[in-house]
């Protein structure tokens, strides 16, 4: 699709460059030095794939992974007397009696084992599959410890008892969901009610969070490879030294760089959205012109940061180091995938005063909590200092052979 | 001092850390010269030439482009000289007539010199072809078309033909010996094969250790070197060629 893109402008550019005007545009080492790049960009396949397929797959995985309703498994162990198997009538017990009732499956095992299963469905919450099997209570403590079970029940005097753990949620929720059962085994067929009504409303869902993020991140990897690296690549190649031999501007050489960067990123970045407008049905709440403005002020930040961080090496090994040294603490610790308020409240203020947190936080207030230029206004000066102070000083460090 | 020189350097020095890569070179060229810096791998050809290209700068001593030195004059110089580097990779995917486009726009011309440049180093076939994909000859034409772009007064031409097998580097000497036919432009280019100097230049300029060891026309050369060499025992007559010349300036061949 950008190729066709790429063509089409090229053709009416080339139809229309009769006019000296537009020859004046098109022979400028600006114009040139865009051109080179862009089709080194879009000329490289696997490109196209980090920066446009990359990202939407990870939105679909993790989006749908996280959007439905998931189905459990639990196994409960049963202590003593054979409660999955016809007993003696004269001893049947209330485990066994409600396993029959409700029709729970028997199964035998690789190992000769029995278990029933009985599979409780459920719309809202998703449904729960019980496996219970026999055992004794030192095979039961073995399992639970080594997390295979949660839930061991024994039975006394005609009452049920179970064990667990009450620090483990899980351990909780099975047996909230399971003693509920066995008080009402209608549940089996007649699931949860209307009570329960899940908030999947625009705004609230992981997906939403996640897109914004995934757009951010994207945004400063964009600068990192496109940027670092290919500045790092073209001085080891001499290709710097050899550009800075004609009186080409400096300055020119780095200007067309970010500018192909950023475009790029714009596409990239309206793909990433068009395809989650489009399967999960996500909405921009706030201001999409301060949405514009506050992106550019990220693209500069990370595009500056990205100019310092390779001013001075001529090694790619080394360019590769700073780049993920960089990178990574940020894709961790920004909140990009989970909410970074899970971290230890010391550290959170410092988080906060990374590039793509301040990104992130920004963008995401866009699209979930509907916010506008004046709510992005600091973050947005703060982001084009960011840049503009590492552009300068990369510049003034930069090496160009 | 030569008033006519369009490059002049003088007692020029340059070291990196312990290793004295030039140490006290003196050169003239005049215009429409072509001079060939001689000398095996590490004589000092790259680093010489660099500082004469403003790309290094020399520890000592002084190198002055029609008179004037680097400082304050590198816009104009910039304009009137052209270069090819030891090693340069241009952009793999960029197309030969984009590569020449791009560098040309650096120098406000347009596609219409690219043509002309194009049809000059014989490249005319590879019009579309993705610098990646030509071979090393193709890639050293380009190198050079790129290097002429702005019809430079100063050419510099840091070894254009290594690696090249025989018909690839008479190619490029085509293109050269048509420059110097037009007598526009200055010339100086390193090399270590003895071939390409005797063939392409009116000075040649032996180089090793960083310092020049014997310097003169072709016939200057292999003359005034017998005249030295008569006092030694074994002489058997003077040198035929530089090849010979190198060993006995250095004992050792120079493709060592
Ligand atoms: N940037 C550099 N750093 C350290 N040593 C260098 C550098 N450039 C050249 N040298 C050294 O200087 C000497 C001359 O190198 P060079 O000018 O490249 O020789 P030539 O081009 O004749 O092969 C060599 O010993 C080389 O190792
Ligand atoms: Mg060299």
Redesign the interface.
């Known amino acids: 699709m950008i190729f066709l893109f790429v063509h089409c402008t090229s053709y009416i550019v080339h139809s229309i460059m009769k006019t000296t005007m537009l020859k004046r545009i098109t022979n400028s080492p600006l114009w040139q030095l865009i051109l080179a790049n862009a089709r080194e960009l879009l000329r490289e396949p696997a490109v196209l794939f980090w920066g446009i397929g990359f990202p939407i797959l990870m939105s679909l995985g993790l989006g749908v992974a996280f959007t439905k309703k998931k189905d459990v498994t639990v196994t409960v162990a049963v202590i003593g007397r054979n409660h999955l198997v016809h007993a003696p009538s004269d001893s049947v017990s209330i485990i066994q009696t409600f396993l029959m009732k409700n029709k729970a499956v028997l199964k035998a095992g690789n190992d000769g084992s029995l278990s029933r299963e009985l599979t409780v469905p459920d719309e809202k919450l998703g449904g729960t599959t019980y496996i219970f099997r026999d055992m004794s209570w030192k095979k039961a403590m073995v399992m639970l410890k080594r997390g295979n079970l949660n839930l061991v029940m024994d039975e006394a005097q005609g009452r049920i008892q179970y064990h667990f753990d009450p620090m483990n949620p899980d351990a909780q929720l099975t047996y909230l969901k399971f003693s509920k059962l066995m008080k009402d085994p209608e549940l089996i067929i007649r699931p949860s009610e209307a009570e329960i009504r899940p908030l999947d409303v625009t705004g609230t869902r992981y997906i939403d969070f996640l897109v914004p993020g995934l757009i951010c991140m994207g945004v400063m990897m964009s600068c990192m490879w496109g940027v670092s690296y290919d500045i790092i690549e073209k001085r080891s190649k001499k290709l710097l030294r050899r550009m800075i031999a004609t009186p080409m501007k400096r300055s020119n050489f780095l200007v067309a760089l970010i500018t192909v960067r950023m475009a790029m990123n714009f596409v990239e970045s309206g793909l990433l959205f068009l395809f989650a407008w489009l399967v999960f049905h996500i909405t921009i709440q706030g201001s999409v012109p301060a949405l514009v403005l506050f992106f550019i002020s990220g693209n500069i930040a990370f595009a500056g940061l990205a100019v310092f961080l390779s001013c001075n090496t001529a090694k790619t090994e080394i360019g590769n180091g700073l780049i993920n040294l960089v990178s990574m603490p940020m894709m961790v610790l920004s909140g990009i995938f989970f909410s970074y308020h899970n971290f230890p409240g010391w550290i959170i203020p410092v988080i906060q005063k990374f590039p793509l947190t301040m990104m992130a936080d920004g963008v995401r207030s866009i699209f979930i909590e509907g916010a506008g230029f004046s709510e992005i206004m600091m973050p947005t000066l703060i982001m084009l200092v960011i840049g503009m102070m590492f552009f300068t000083a990369g510049l003034k460090l930069f090496k160009w052979h | 001092m030569n008033r006519g020189a369009i490059i002049e350097v003088k007692n020029v020095y340059k070291s990196f850390k312990s290793v004295h890569a030039v140490r006290g070179i003196n050169l003239e060229i005049l215009p429409s010269q072509f001079i060939a810096l001689l000398g095996p791998n590490g004589a000092g050809k790259t680093t010489m030439v660099e500082m004469i ?3 290094q700068k020399p520890d000592s001593g002084e190198i002055l482009i029609m008179g004037k030195p680097w400082k304050g004059n590198e ?1 104009e110089f ?2 009137i ?1 052209g ?1 090819s ?1 030891q ?8 197309r030969v007539f ?1 590569t020449l ?11 219409e010199r690219c043509e002309e440049v194009m049809t000059l180093v014989g490249l005319e076939e590879k019009r579309q072809a ?1 610098v990646v994909n030509l071979s090393g000859g193709q890639r050293q034409r380009l190198a050079l078309g ?1 290097a002429l772009l702005n019809k430079p007064k100063i050419l510099l031409l840091d070894e254009p033909t290594t690696g090249l097998d025989p018909q690839a580097r008479r190619e490029v000497w085509m293109i050269l010996k048509k420059l110097k036919d037009a007598s526009s432009t200055s010339m100086i280019l390193t090399t270590h094969y003895m071939e390409e100097a005797e063939q392409l230049c009116d000075y040649i300029v032996i180089m090793d250790h960083g310092t020049i060891l014997k310097e003169g026309t072709l016939p200057e050369l292999l003359g005034k070197s017998s005249a030295d060499m008569e006092k030694k025992e074994e002489y058997t007559g003077p040198p035929r060629n530089l090849d010979e010349l190198f060993i006995e300036l250095t004992g050792r061949h120079l493709h060592e």
């Open positions: 290209e403003g790309i816009k910039r304009k000289m270069l580097l090693e340069t990779r241009f952009i793999d995917k960029l984009e486009r791009l560098f040309a726009s650096f120098f406000s011309l347009g596609a993705y790129v």
